[in-house]
Each structure stands twice: as C-alpha cells, then as structure tokens.
C-alpha cells in the first residue's frame, strides 16, 4: 500500500540533545513537507521540498534542520537550537510544489522534551 | 496577509444532529484553493476536499457538503446527521503562491466537533 510513513510514533528527548524524526514516502510524490502542531493551533510549516536537493524554510524552521537525497526520504532534525521543541509533528507529501494538489500525511511523531 | 480563520473552537453535538462547520479566509491571490482536513484521533489528516477560487458550485458528498461564497470569503462544511466517528478535528486551508514558485498551505486553527451517541 502506498503512503507516508514516520518513526518513531513517540519520542523523548533530554534537554540540549539533536533528534531526528523520520518520514519516508513510498508514493513517488514530488514535493514534501514538514508541519508542527501545538495543542489548539493549526499547522505550520516548518521545512518544504519541492524537489530533491532542493527545500526551503517555511514560518518557523528556526532551531531544524532537514535534507532531501532521495525523493523517498525528508528527515527532520530538531536541534538544541529550538527553544521548545515538544509538540507533534506530522511530515506530508504531494504530487508536485507547483499546483495547488491535496497533501497525504503521515501518522505524526510526538516529540516530549524532559 | 494570507489567513484562516475557524472562530469556532470545539462544537459538541447529539447524534443525528446537523452541523456546521465556519471558515473564512483572506487572501490577495486571484486564484487559489481552499481544502478540508479532518484530524481523528489517531492524528493523521485525511483530505476532504479542494475547491479552486472560479467555482463556487456548492458540493455534496455523501452526509458531507460544502458551501463556497466568495462575496463573504466563506468556505463552510456541513455534516448532516452526525454519527459518532464524526468527531475529530476538522481543518480549513488556504494554498498561498510562493516567491519561490509553488505553493504552500496554510492551516485555520482547527474545530473539534464531539458527537455524541
């Protein structure tokens, strides 16, 4: 079946410690994208690729990091950097950057800083 | 700037009941498109639908149906006779054009709609 996939599904992490969320799509989908959601808050954009090789800052990419070598593969880094990383973080993916497509998303990752 | 606005926080109904759901949007783009996400508990957004800024057709889709109204920058759902696997929370979205060519999307805040049996 195809679809988006993320692991771990929760993850804890010490203060001051890097952390790497995965996302893996199987859907030869063009573009994908990283959001971050807090409790009564709608989605925002962390990271976008529009292609491999290639992605961009979105409204709050401040404190991650990401890369796109494969078109599969879209990892995400929450660094020491980001102030207060615990939230759930859900990975998508669409057809292509350049038309106004649906996205699929992944299960999500909630992320608990100690 | 581009924004979505769902003023209503959580919607609690009985079964059966009739729901709607408010979403108004701004934008200065002449085209654009509008999508609904609904958000189970499980955590995965699933799409509803899209619709573009040149058609204002109202769409119905089973118990679900969306009215479009671009004179009041309104873009609403409703579910008709509400069943319990209903509840979830349900997304508007506004796709917005990119500097850098592309598009992205931006997210309302959000409704939970509680159905009650």
């Known amino acids: 079946d195809g679809g988006i996939t993320q692991s771990p599904k929760y993850l804890f992490r010490k203060e001051g410690q890097n952390v790497t969320l995965s996302c893996e799509q199987n859907?030869?989908?063009?573009?994908m994208y990283w959001y971050r959601q807090d409790p009564g808050q709608g989605l925002r954009l962390i990271y976008y690729?529009?292609?491999?090789?290639?992605?961009q800052k979105g409204d709050i990419a401040e404190g991650y990091s990401v890369s796109r070598e494969k078109k599969e593969s879209f990892p995400l880094t929450v660094t020491s950097a980001q102030k207060n990383p615990t939230a759930f973080y859900l990975c998508?993916?669409?057809?292509?950057?350049?038309?106004?497509?649906?996205?699929?998303f992944g299960p999500g990752t909630r992320l608990t800083v100690l | 700037a581009q924004k979505v606005t769902q003023a209503q926080t959580e919607i609690s109904v009985v079964e059966k009941e009739d729901v709607t759901l408010d979403c108004v949007y701004e934008?200065?783009?002449?085209?654009?498109?509008l999508f609904w996400y609904k958000q189970p508990p499980s955590g995965e957004l699933v799409f509803l639908i899209r619709?573009?800024?040149?058609?204002?057709q109202n769409e119905i889709s089973g118990r679900y149906s969306w009215n479009f109204q671009k004179s009041t920058s309104s873009f609403n759902f409703t579910i008709t006779a509400s069943q319990v696997v209903d509840s979830a929370v349900y997304f508007c979205?506004?796709?917005?054009?990119?500097?850098?060519?592309?598009?992205?999307?931006?997210f309302g805040a959000g409704t939970r709609l509680f159905v009650k049996a």
């Open positions: 998508a993916s669409s057809t292509s950057g350049w038309i106004h497509n649906e996205q699929f």
């Open positions: 859907l030869n989908h063009d573009a």
């Open positions: 690729s529009q292609i491999v090789n290639d992605f």
């Open positions: 934008t200065r783009d002449t085209t654009y498109y």
């Open positions: 619709r573009n800024s040149f058609d204002e």
């Open positions: 979205a506004l796709s917005e054009v990119l500097n850098t060519g592309g598009f992205k999307t931006i």
